[in-house]
């Protein structure tokens, strides 16, 4: 009766610790090389997207929505490198920070188009009113 008991005990400690390990121990579903190679690809996307915005005659809408399709397609995978990027402190605080600066990125382009705009319509003018004036020649 002893050994019998014995063995009882033994295996339903092993059982019980197997269940809390697994219950209790993080779980690693991402390895973070991909993580932060995700990382990589949505910096340079928002290196590309900010290179690419023409800041010509556009309008403010027009130049912000270049911006926004000039990060594509890897910031439509923002969710998926949350969740990648989860286990890894140091990358998850990196992402953060990249969205920070997206978002700041997208105010700069936008601010930067409504403040040119309206000087370039009033260079325009001008260099049009010059150029039908007769010349001092």
Not at 62 to 76: D, G, H, Q
Not at 92 to 120: G, H, I
């Amino acid at each position: 009766m002893f050994v019998f008991s014995l063995l009882i005990g033994g295996f339903t400690v092993v059982c019980a610790t197997e269940i809390l390990v697994q219950a209790l121990a993080p779980v690693h579903t991402v390895n973070p090389p991909e993580c932060r190679s995700t990382l990589a690809a949505l910096d340079a996307a928002l290196l590309r997207a900010r290179a690419s915005v023409e800041m010509g005659g556009a309008t403010e809408r027009a130049t912000v929505e270049a911006f926004r399709r000039a990060l594509m397609p890897e910031w439509s995978q923002e969710a998926a490198a949350r969740e990648a990027c989860k286990a890894d402190h140091p990358a998850a605080e990196a992402l953060e920070a990249l969205v920070q600066l997206r978002y700041a990125e997208e105010r700069s382009v936008r601010a930067q188009t409504s403040d040119l705009l309206p000087l370039r319509a009033r260079v325009g003018g001008a260099l049009r009113r010059l150029s039908a004036l007769p010349t001092g020649d």
